[in-house]
Structure formats: structure tokens, C-alpha cells
């Protein structure tokens, strides 16, 4: 495993989509293991693959010992509503409030390409659908509102 460099804005690749795994592979069971590391080097509790450089639909997550990684995932239902504060590795030294979806299943495949449903709701919920959001090129500062400086 390594602990790769953080991509930062305004890097142009944070913007792009990031393309399907179609073929889960060791080279994608050693990217998620990278991510994982990466992410927990940074003291993150999310990571998407296109934060390492890497533009493939791959997340880990972890909101406190709960982790997860989930490649292809897709929101396929979504409820409530809460506003609160997030920031990103990407976007360092800084923090908004963010409204995103309480609730929401995610569809997605593991690391042995099984097919996976999860409900998540609070914090995981959020930290997913800001994953999720990295797959499309689209950062928190883009739907935040009381950006400041994180002191
Ligand atoms: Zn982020």
C-alpha cells in the first residue's frame, strides 16, 4: 500500500467525471487499498479515487470505525433533509454547510465485485453523497452556503 498525494483545488481533474469500473481486478483491489490508506494518513473520512489522481467511480468511507468502500455507486433513493458543516482534503482550510439528504440506499459493487445495498443515514449519509458528488466533478464549495475559513 502507499499513501499518495492529495489532488487539491483548483486542480481541473476534481472537475471531471470519473469514468465506470468495469473490470474489478487486482489493480482496482490495490487502488482501493491506496485510497484507504491515503484516506486514513489524512485523518479523512472519505476519499474518492480521483482525489489520488486516479478518474474511476471508486469511494472509501469512514465515519468512525465503519469502513467502507464502494465502487460504482449509484443513489437510488434519498429522503429528509440536514444542513451541516463539511470540508474536503481537496479543499484544504476550508468549511460550509452543506444540505444534503438525511437518509439515502446506495447501490454499488465491493472489492469482489458483489453487488451491495446500503441505507445510510446522519453522517453517513453525507459523507457518501459528498464522495458520490467527487464522481461528478462537483466539490462542496459548489453547493455551500456560509463558506469560511477553517481556524
Ligand atoms: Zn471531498
Keep these: ?3 499518495y498525494q492529495i489532488v487539491k483545488e483548483p ?17 482496482v483491489r490495490r487502488v482501493l487499498d491506496n485510497m484507504k490508506e491515503t484516506m486514513y494518513a489524512f485523518d479523512g473520512i472519505g476519499l474518492a479515487a480521483i482525489q489520488i489522481g486516479v478518474p474511476k467511480r ?9 469502513y467502507m468502500e464502494l465502487i460504482n455507486p449509484v443513489i437510488t433513493d434519498s429522503s429528509g433533509q440536514k444542513k451541516a458543516s463539511e470540508g ?11 444540505d444534503r439528504a438525511q437518509k439515502i440506499t446506495v447501490k ?6 458483489e453487488e451491495i445495498t446500503l441505507e445510510a443515514e446522519d ?4 459523507v457518501l453523497q459528498h464522495e458520490i458528488d467527487h464522481l461528478e466533478g462537483i466539490l462542496f464549495i459548489d453547493i455551500a452556503t456560509h463558506l469560511q475559513a477553517d481556524e
Aim: proline share 6%; with cysteine; hydrophobic share 40%.
Design 1 to 3: 500500500m502507499a499513501i
Design 88 to 98: 474536503c482534503l481537496s479543499v484544504p482550510g476550508k468549511v460550509g454547510l452543506v
Design 123 to 126: 453522517l453517513l449519509a453525507r
Design 11 to 27: 486542480d481541473q481533474s476534481l472537475r471531471t467525471r470519473s469514468k465506470p469500473v468495469n473490470n474489478i481486478n487486482d489493480g
Design 58 to 66: 471508486m469511494i472509501v468511507v469512514d465515519p468512525g470505525d465503519n
Design 108 to 113: 454499488a459493487l465491493n472489492r469482489d465485485g
